[in-house]
T-cell receptor, first 115, second 115 residues
Framework: AQSVTQLGSHVSVSEGALVLLRCNYS??????LFWYVQYPNQGLQLLLK??????LVKGINGFEAEFKKSETSFHLTKPSAHMSDAAEYFC?????????????FGQGTTLQVKP | DAGITQSPRHKVTETGTPVTLRCHQT?????MYWYRQDPGHGLRLIHY???????DKGEVSDGYSVSRSKTEDFLLTLESATSSQTSVYFC??????????????FGPGTRLTVL
């Protein structure tokens, strides 16, 4: 069985500050891990993904995430927040070599960026 | 952007009426998924398809049925809508890469209100 926990339903940072969104997962098989972003009234857009290659994954818009197997974590970071980063962020896991690709999502974290 | 459209984009209906949501893709991807998004729950899988006429249940399938008669179309039907099915519904598609199912790409969503 797989599950995802995102710590903190709301995170607030100042513009220019570090963004850290936390994600912990559990999986009985080697996982694939994803971060998606959702802007208001839109669908989900892929930020980045981990598929068992490099543990430090770089994505779009300056975001990156590090897969830490020992901590079962896949936290999302960005060195300097922009106002345009305000959105809801979802971490998701799928069963790696699974032949269905089903995703299990975390509850989501809303990022607020203050001027 | 992946070629995924959903129709209708908004719908208001009454309890007990049947409702069908349509997802259409132009990417010729094998896998298609229906999710619902509710506050505090992230996205939860309703049903998915791994080929024409091949479908299976997700974690919240009660009250929903699906059909896929063509690669490009995946229909979600609420046989008798209830207020608990008020939600935003997202369709997603994906394809196999190297033997594993790869990234899911999401449609714009359908906002359904059941009165």
């Amino acid at each position: 069985a797989q599950s995802v926990t995102q710590l903190g339903s709301h995170v607030s940072v100042s513009e220019g500050a570090l963004v850290l969104l936390r994600c912990n997962y559990s999986s009985s098989v080697p996982p694939y891990l994803f971060w998606y972003v959702q802007y208001p009234n839109q669908g989900l857009q892929l930020l980045l993904k981990y598929t068992s290659a490099a543990t430090l994954v770089k994505g779009i818009n300056g975001f990156e995430a590090e897969f830490k197997k020992s901590e079962t974590s896949f936290h999302l970071t960005k060195p300097s927040a922009h106002m345009s980063d305000a959105a809801e962020y979802f971490c998701a896991v799928s069963g790696g070599s699974s032949n269905t690709g089903k995703l299990i999502f975390g509850q989501g974290t809303t990022l607020q960026v203050k001027p | 952007d992946a070629g995924i459209t959903q129709s209708p984009r908004h719908k208001v209906t009454e309890t007990g009426t049947p409702v069908t949501l349509r997802c259409h893709q132009t990417e010729n991807h094998r896998y298609m998924y229906w999710y619902r998004q509710d506050p505090g729950h992230g996205l939860r899988l309703i049903h998915y398809s791994y080929g024409v006429k091949d479908t299976d249940k997700g974690e919240v399938s009660d009250g929903y049925s699906v059909s896929r008669s063509k690669t490009e179309d995946f229909l979600l039907t609420l046989e008798s809508a209830t207020s608990s099915q008020t939600s935003v519904y997202f369709c997603a598609i994906s394809e196999s890469r190297g033997g594993a199912v790869d990234t899911q790409y999401f449609g714009p969503g359908t906002r359904l209100t059941v009165l």
